[in-house]
Nanobody
Framework: QVQLVESGGGLVQTGGDLRLSCAASGRPINVYYMGWFRQAPGKEREFVTAISRSGGSTGYADSVKGRFTISRDNAKNTMYLQMNSLKPEDTAVYYC???????????????????WGQGTQVTVSS
């Protein structure tokens, strides 16, 4: 099994940037497609972005398209989320996730991920 640990969250002003990291251990991440999800207070957890095993294919929620960028460094066993032009509505706990059930591509649904990190808080002040 793979263990995932997020880092890089914090408090930032509207318009600011943050870079989240998801460090994996236990197995090499090149066998997993991976994703980022977030959960705001009082709301359900939602899809943010995902990336294929090689990094060649990615997908984004409409709400973050053009502002967030997902990437991965399989040699470092780490996935990243670069978040630019942050808005107060981006405030949430951000989770990374991984799975290998599909042979290619990536997944948008939480139910298609078995492995999750503990989350990191991102707060965007107005």
């Amino acid at each position: 099994q793979v263990q995932l640990v997020e880092s890089g969250g914090g408090l930032v002003q509207t318009g600011g940037d943050l870079r989240l990291s998801c460090a994996a251990s236990g197995r090499p991440i090149n066998v997993y497609y991976m994703g980022w999800f977030r959960q705001a207070p009082g709301k359900e957890r939602e899809f943010v972005t995902a990336i294929s095993r090689s990094g060649g294919s990615t997908g984004y929620a409409d709400s973050v398209k053009g502002r967030f960028t997902i990437s991965r460094d399989n040699a470092k066993n780490t996935m990243y989320l670069q978040m630019n032009s942050l808005k107060p509505e981006d405030t949430a706990v951000y989770y990374c996730a991984a799975d290998a059930r599909f042979s290619s591509g990536w997944a948008r649904s939480q139910s298609q991920y078995d492995y999750w990190g503990q989350g990191t808080q991102v707060t965007v002040s107005s």
